[in-house]
T-cell receptor, first 110, second 112 residues
């Protein structure tokens, strides 16, 4: 089993739709969790950290379920500019081991 | 505060040559990470360095690849005797502490 798994997609959704991505991780000792977005041929950019209590930033909501070992990202009112690959990142060893998932591709259609 | 800088942005090498990739972390960041991304694949961790120390090189191939982060100057990822399979995007990230990472624009290496 891969350490961090994501559905590769693509998710094709119309503008204004709500879309959710899940990510599962295998190491129960994982310390911290992040969502990054990566545009085609660009570097990953931090979208948000994921806290145990869940957190929200505008149209984006991230949640962590330690018992089931998954994190989720919810995007409301999708914009064309949300089209990108969303990367789930898990930190296993106090910064020494960041593991990236393969990414989920999102296309928001007009 | 300038972001993470990487150069060159594009590098073309013939098989057997050496490739040197440079990364200047953000000001105040002492932790540097290198990743490799093959086309249509995810990022693979290669090495984690602090100033003058390699902390974790578990993702580095055993041969031909080396990395350093000297007291002065940028971090260097060095690939000796490149092969076609080394063609990829190489991303550097930095952080002020072992936490959130900020990525540079990457170096795209093409081996002919």
């Amino acid at each position: 089993r891969k350490e961090v798994e994501q559905d590769p997609g693509p998710f094709n959704v119309p503008e204004g739709a709500t879309v959710a991505f899940n990510c599962t991780y295998s190491n129960s000792a994982s310390q911290s969790f992040f969502w990054y977005r990566q545009d085609c041929r660009k570097e990953p950019k931090l979208l948000m950290s994921v806290y145990s209590s869940g957190n929200e930033d505008g149209r984006f909501t991230a949640q962590l379920n330690r018992a089931s070992q998954y994190i989720s990202l919810l995007i409301r009112d999708s914009k064309l500019s949300d089209s990108a690959t969303y990367l789930c990142v898990v930190n296993n060893n106090y910064g020494q081991n960041f593991v990236f998932g393969p990414g989920t591709r999102l296309s928001v259609l007009p | 505060n300038a972001g993470v800088m990487q150069n060159p942005r594009h590098l073309v090498r013939r098989r057997g040559q050496e490739a040197r990739l440079r990364c200047s972390p953000m000001k105040g960041h002492s932790h540097v990470y290198w990743y490799r991304q093959l086309p249509e694949e995810g990022l693979k961790f290669m090495v984690y360095l602090q100033k003058e120390n390699i902390i974790d090189e578990s993702g580095m191939p055993k041969e031909r690849f080396s990395a350093e982060f000297p007291k002065e100057g940028p971090s260097i990822l060095r690939i000796q005797q490149v092969v076609r399979g080394d063609s990829a995007a190489y991303f550097c990230a930095s952080s002020p502490q072992p936490d959130t990472q900020y990525f540079g624009p990457g170096t795209r290496l093409t081996v002919l």
